[in-house]
T-cell receptor, first 116, second 111 residues
Framework: DAGITQSPRYKITETGRQVTLMCHQTWSHSYMFWYRQDLGHGLRLIYYSAAADITDKGEVPDGYVVSRSKTENFPLTLESATRSQTSVYFC???????????????FGAGTRLSVL | GQQLNQSPQSMFIQEGEDVSMNCTSSSIFNTWLWYKQEPGEGPVLLIALYKAGELTSNGRLTAQFGITRKDSFLNISASIPSDVGIYFCAGWTGNNNDMRFGAGTRLTVKP
């Protein structure tokens, strides 16, 4: 199906383990984003990517690594998970954030991550 | 970046009532978006606004882009149980990656 999909939907891991969250979009959108959602904070930007091989930090990048070797995929890796990284993670994509009416971000269903 | 001030944080209303929520900021925005998030799902776009003063409807939902460009309002008329969820505002400053989000308004509708 067309759209933006995230996997896994749920993940439980232990402190210190490496975890990778996957994001795939079929719209050929240039921009992709990773957010975390925590109570009282709304959505906070972790990393974003303007195109394949171009990534940049958002508001809360510490402890996370991203890559974008293909336009359609934008995985997020927690290199050594900590309890403070327990959250719901959303991936989003956008056609062209720099252009009005093309800057709408479309979201995946999210990954609920628990770090024990 | 600074998040948007969204209020109220939560609302408990009776089916059939009208609902109003808003987002404010000290910054100017070029685009305002309103999303709805249902339990276990990602935010889904409801309404997009692109001009100061613009008033746009989507069924029972109406949103307005504030004249000052620093705020936006969402109204839901004649609420129904399926309106339950969290409503988020988002504002785009005009810079490429600078989309800011409100913390959400959690709406509960009692049948």
């Amino acid at each position: 199906d067309a759209g933006i999909t995230q996997s896994p939907r749920y993940k439980i891991t232990e402190t210190g383990r490496q975890v990778t969250l996957m994001c795939h979009q079929t719209w050929s959108h240039s921009y992709m984003f990773w957010y975390r959602q925590d109570l009282g904070h709304g959505l906070r930007l972790i990393y974003y990517s303007a195109a394949a091989d171009i990534t940049d930090k958002g508001e809360v990048p510490d402890g996370y690594v991203v890559s974008r070797s293909k336009t359609e995929n934008f995985p997020l890796t927690l290199e050594s998970a900590t309890r403070s990284q327990t959250s719901v993670y959303f991936c989003a994509s956008s056609e062209s954030p720099g252009k009005v009416a093309k800057n709408i971000q479309y979201f995946g269903a999210g990954t609920r991550l628990s770090v024990l | 970046g600074q998040q948007l001030n969204q209020s109220p944080q939560s609302m408990f209303i009776q089916e059939g009532e009208d609902v109003s929520m808003n987002c404010t900021s000290s910054s100017i925005f070029n685009t305002w978006l309103w999303y709805k998030q249902e339990p276990g799902e990602g935010p889904v776009l409801l309404i997009a606004l692109y001009k100061a003063g613009e008033l746009t409807s989507n069924g029972r939902l109406t949103a307005q882009f504030g004249i000052t460009r620093k705020d936006s309002f969402l109204n839901i008329s004649a609420s129904i149980p399926s309106d339950v969820g969290i409503y988020f505002c988002a504002g785009w400053t005009g810079n490429n990656n600078d989309m800011r989000f409100g913390a959400g308004t959690r709406l509960t509708v009692k049948p």
